[in-house]
């Protein structure tokens, strides 16, 4: 994944690392990747991908998986608590200037990684009217909204990135997901990952989104 956007280094607790750490591996064999454009890396936790969710609700868009049940998978509470325990200095920054977009980039980070979606949007809005043409957090915030369950507003967001930066290669990609398995539009998605490929020749994830290419053709 590229890392973007490292404005600042949040400092975690090794218990919610660790938290934030499981929840980002269980998502992660649970189906197709999504990246987080602009990730600002823990000081004790590594980079991490989450999974687009796997299972439609509507033909419109899908509800990610429910981790909850499996064993030794923090709660929901948990991760909000911790992503709350790490938001607070970065509050208090923002008291004395509440449009930094780098600070409000890393508040809707803490909350994506906790997977406390609508607060991620809030901040990522609020940080993009401040910085409109940020890629990373516009990427950011269509991806929050596909796991929100809005894949619409999700692919929105990514075509408005991509007017900014038509050849980026994390948004490519996630747009490619999200009409796949949230639209139901196969054709879409190869149109969005060939167009990837080539503006991107030495894609790391080249072999990932060949792979994926071949299954939205074959469904």
Avoid: H
């Amino acid at each position: 994944m590229t890392e973007l956007k490292t404005t600042t280094t949040n400092t975690w607790s090794s218990t919610q690392a660790f938290a934030l750490a499981a929840v980002s591996l269980l998502l992660g064999v649970c189906g197709g990747w999504l990246i987080r454009s602009s990730f600002v890396a823990p000081a004790t936790a590594p980079a991490q991908v989450a999974s687009a969710p796997a299972s439609p609700s509507s033909p419109s868009q899908s509800t990610p998986p429910n981790l909850g049940s499996l064993a030794g998978t923090p709660s929901a509470q948990e991760l909000k608590q911790a992503a709350d325990t790490q938001a607070a200095p970065l509050l208090d920054q923002l008291k004395a200037d509440p449009t930094n977009a780098g600070i409000l980039a890393q508040l809707g980070n803490l909350y994506y990684d906790a997977k406390q979606y609508p607060a991620a949007i809030e901040y990522y809005e609020r940080s993009l009217k401040s910085q409109p043409s940020s890629t990373s957090v516009r990427t950011d915030l269509g991806t929050a909204y596909w796991y929100n369950g809005d894949a619409d507003t999700a692919i929105t967001q990514f075509n408005k990135a991509l007017t900014y930066e038509p050849t980026k290669a994390d948004t490519l990609f996630n747009l490619g997901i999200v009409k796949w398995q949230g639209k139901k539009d196969g054709q879409g998605a190869i149109t969005a990952w060939q167009k990837l490929l080539d503006t991107n020749p030495g894609y790391a994830n080249k072999d990932k989104v060949l792979q994926l290419m071949a299954q939205a053709k074959n469904p």
